[in-house]
């Protein structure tokens, strides 16, 4: 196991709170933050664009970094495009595959809302989405073969629910769509950078950089199996080699797919952000942050007046206290003891929703989160219970 200590020292606002809410993003370690401000102090420019040294080294780091991603996924580099985020990367296929009228999507009931609205999106464009059920948080492929007909696009399934936790067999479920012809998508915000896993399989994988990975926000990015399967959504500067009155020649990808000025500091933090994942090492962070799970859950599930929603075995953990709305609840543990969690729908409306009609509670796990956290959380819950 690595360092516990030594890592939080990596970000010091864990000094001051409670830090649960991971699951909607991730605090950025000091190495990447000053990796950031090097960025700006010692070599700002464009990418690209330039052939003075500043603009050499700029594009160098920039593409430094999408090397690091390719070696942490086990992809090829020059297959990932870097976007803002995972909202973005499931857009640009949504907008970037040449549907048909009649197309169909499959999806999952569990989605947030990235992975649901780009494809109900599509309606006007006579895509049809279908929507296949859960059971307490997992989707049975059986359901998705049902699903599934000639007419079948693509599959697009989170790995793991941002509401629940729960892991789904996408392994499964990219055989049975790969069977039937059809392409898939994969969302891996709440699981990259959080367990080991082979993403060759999938044709689209969508993922930020701003939670597993511990980079800043407005960073992401989408790994394309075969470009041959996309078309670019968005022009400009940046994705073309020649320009003429009358014409253009586009630039191969992934420079194809990144018009205009990116997020040049930002996908340099996530850079050296994911070498220290790599440094911690997947595998242990998996396990440190499944300890803390099976914790939590333990304790939260021991508390009368507690409902909690996710299985065992999961590290986002939505629940309800009886007698509070789920925003009142975040607002007592924040004022109680700085404990930091999520509460509502979490952008998962038709899911959450379902559980209760207000919302969850949300507590969520990271690679900086420690035993005595756990402690405190679990504490404060119940001075709340014993409260009311």
Known sequence: MYDLVALRCEFPVLSGCVYLDSASTSQTPHCAVEEMNRFFLDYAANHGRGAHHLARKATAEYERSREILGRFLSVPADHLVFTKNTTDSINIVAHGIGWECGDEVVTTSLEHHANFLPWMALKDRGVTMKVIPHEKGFVDPDSLQEAMSPRTRLVAVNHMTNVLGTVQPVEEMTAIAHDAGALVLVDAAQSVGHMPFDWTGADFLAIPGHKGLLGPQGTGALYVSDYGNLSISCHGGGTVGNVYLDSYELLPPPACFEPGTPNLPGVIGLGRAVELVEELGVSDIHMHESRLGR?????????????????????????????????ECARRLDEMAAICVRSGMHCAQPLTSSLHPEGTVRASIGCYTSDDEISIFLETVERIVTDL
Request: glycine share 16%; charged share 10%.
């Open 295 to 327: 914790i939590m859950w333990d304790g939260l599930t021991g508390i009368d007046g507690v409902t909690v929603y996710s299985p065992p075995g999961t590290t986002v953990i939505s629940f309800n206290i009886a007698g509070l709305s789920p925003d």
